[in-house]
């Protein structure tokens, strides 16, 4: 979901015309690119928390998010 988030967030910012929309867009791609991508498995996590990665290899987390690693800055 946060990978849904980050392109409601980033459109709605975009068409809203406002600021804070576009700024939390970013900053959940940052998080998701630091915290949320397996490099060794070359996708994103399926969900993370304060304890760690879920490590399960969802076809949505490669699928939708090779999307948003092509779309997000």
């Known amino acids: ?3 849904d988030a980050y392109f409601f967030l980033r459109d709605f910012g975009r068409i809203s015309g406002a600021q ?3 700024v939390a867009a970013q900053r959940m791609a940052n998080a998701l690119r630091a915290r949320g991508f397996m490099p060794g498995d070359g996708q994103l996590a399926q969900g993370f928390s304060r304890t760690g990665l879920d490590r399960a290899l969802a076809l949505d987390c490669a699928s939708w998010g090779a999307l948003f690693l092509l779309a997000a800055p």
């Open 1 to 3: 979901h946060n990978i």
């Open 20 to 22: 804070r929309f576009a």
